[in-house]
């Protein structure tokens, strides 16, 4: 019989597809709690079985209200309670970030036990850019709601990380294809399972390859940075300070406006400044 950890929530990764991804210290903490919350506890009840976890559960998911969480809360002081999701880490495109902060703010421990998480694993796998990224999650079913949602970050400079189903697919493709530009991209699906794969190629590449198929299983899209901004030459740098010292700014602050504005070291911007300001 496993020695109950300290009371406390415990936000428990879970295997991604492979339950041999399941770690010891997760596995541990499992067999000892008190009480585990799961988004479907049918799914879960096969995981606890790997872990040899005889404990009660409890359904923990989007439909969850502030009663359900007010339960769990009372019970933190003297029992460790598991969040578990589906598949991967709890609170990324999962519910559960109002549990934490309400135990937090009822002055109980919450404690993390790292594990497997499908967007950084297709991240890993996408050869793009990994040294910023925005995880994103769904985007909107709705034509006119997803495309704004592409809009607003459209200029990030760091590669970009969707879930999606397979049904949808292709059409969030197509609008990422029309909005974002030749881009690189991945389409990560099955991850970590017998038939994982990794897709790569342009956004329009990925949207003609998925336009008429409705792959299974749990889809990553990974979509790289813009392309770099070409530097500004020297036109465009003495028509911005003409137009800020003209509106009566400083040679000073008009040179740090302007290096601001396009990205110059403002040493050089503030010689050209004292130049036209004479």
Same mark, same amino acid.
């Given at each position: 019989?496993?020695?109950?950890?300290?009371?406390?929530?415990?936000?428990?990764?879970?295997?991604?597809?492979?339950?041999?991804?399941?770690?010891?210290?997760?596995?541990?903490?499992?067999?000892?709690?008190?009480?585990?919350?799961?988004?479907?506890?049918?799914?879960?009840?096969?995981?606890?079985?790997?872990?040899?976890?005889?404990?009660?559960?409890?359904?923990?998911?989007?439909?969850?209200?502030?009663?359900?969480?007010?339960?769990?809360?009372?019970?933190?002081?003297?029992?460790?309670?598991?969040?578990?999701?589906?598949?991967?880490?709890?609170?990324?495109?999962?519910?559960?970030?109002?549990?934490?902060?309400?135990?937090?703010?009822?002055?109980?421990?919450?404690?993390?036990?790292?594990?497997?998480?499908?967007?950084?694993?297709?991240?890993?796998?996408?050869?793009?850019?990994?040294?910023?990224?925005?995880?994103?999650?769904?985007?909107?079913?709705?034509?006119?709601?997803?495309?704004?949602?592409?809009?607003?970050?459209?200029?990030?400079? @760091?590669?970009?990380?969707?879930? $999606? /189903? #397979?049904?949808?697919?292709?059409?969030?493709? &197509?609008?990422? *294809?029309? !909005? +974002? %530009?030749?881009?690189?991209?991945?389409?990560?699906?099955?991850?970590?399972?017998?038939?994982?794969?990794?897709?790569?190629?342009?956004?329009?590449?990925?949207?003609?390859?998925?336009?008429?198929?409705?792959?299974?299983?749990?889809?990553?899209?990974?979509?790289?940075?813009?392309?770099?901004?070409?530097?500004?030459?020297?036109?465009?740098?003495?028509? @911005?300070?003409?137009?800020?010292? $003209? /509106? #009566?700014?400083?040679?000073?602050?008009?040179? &740090?406006?302007? *290096?601001? !504005? +396009? %990205?110059?070291?403002?040493?050089?911007?503030?010689?050209?400044?004292?130049?036209?300001?004479?």
């Amino acid at each position: 019989m496993s020695t109950p950890p300290p009371p406390g929530l415990y936000i428990v990764a879970t295997p991604i597809g492979n339950l041999g991804d399941l770690s010891p210290r997760a596995a541990e903490v499992l067999r000892g709690a008190a009480l585990v919350l799961a988004e479907d506890k049918r799914v879960s009840a096969r995981l606890l079985q790997h872990a040899g976890a005889a404990v009660p559960m409890r359904t923990y998911n989007d439909h969850s209200d502030a009663a359900d969480r007010e339960a769990v809360v009372a019970r933190l002081g003297t029992e460790a309670i598991a969040l578990v999701s589906d598949a991967g880490t709890p609170l990324i495109s999962d519910p559960g970030y109002k549990l934490v902060r309400e135990a937090r703010a009822a002055g109980h421990e919450v404690f993390t036990i790292p594990g497997p998480c499908a967007a950084v694993a297709a991240l890993t796998l996408a050869g793009l850019p990994t040294d910023r990224f925005l995880f994103v999650g769904f985007l909107p079913p709705k034509e006119k709601a997803r495309a704004d949602a592409i809009a607003e970050i459209a200029a990030i400079r @760091a590669s970009l990380i969707f879930y $999606e /189903s #397979g049904p949808r697919l292709g059409a969030s493709l &197509a609008a990422l *294809a029309a !909005q +974002l %530009g030749p881009r690189d991209a991945a389409v990560a699906r099955e991850l970590t399972k017998l038939h994982e794969e990794c897709v790569t190629g342009t956004l329009a590449e990925l949207a003609a390859r998925y336009a008429s198929l409705s792959p299974k299983g749990e889809i990553v899209v990974v979509v790289g940075p813009p392309a770099a901004a070409a530097a500004p030459g020297p036109e465009e740098m003495d028509a @911005a300070l003409r137009q800020a010292l $003209e /509106s #009566g700014e400083s040679p000073s602050r008009a040179a &740090a406006t302007v *290096a601001l !504005q +396009l %990205g110059i070291k403002r040493k050089l911007v503030y010689d050209r400044a004292l130049e036209l300001a004479k």
